[in-house]
């Protein structure tokens, strides 16, 4: 069981960490407007 709950914790941050990317796109990409 705690390999299960290993595997999903790590999807979970990866999951956040990939939003957090996005966000970052999201914001550079208004505050500049070239992108």
């Given at each position: 069981?705690?390999?299960a709950r290993g595997d999903s914790?790590?999807?979970v941050l990866e999951?956040?960490?990939?939003?957090?990317?996005?966000i970052d796109h999201?914001?550079?990409a208004g505050g500049?407007?070239?992108l």
């Open positions: 069981m705690s390999e914790l790590e999807r999951q956040e960490n990939a939003a957090g990317d996005l999201a914001l550079c500049s407007g070239a």
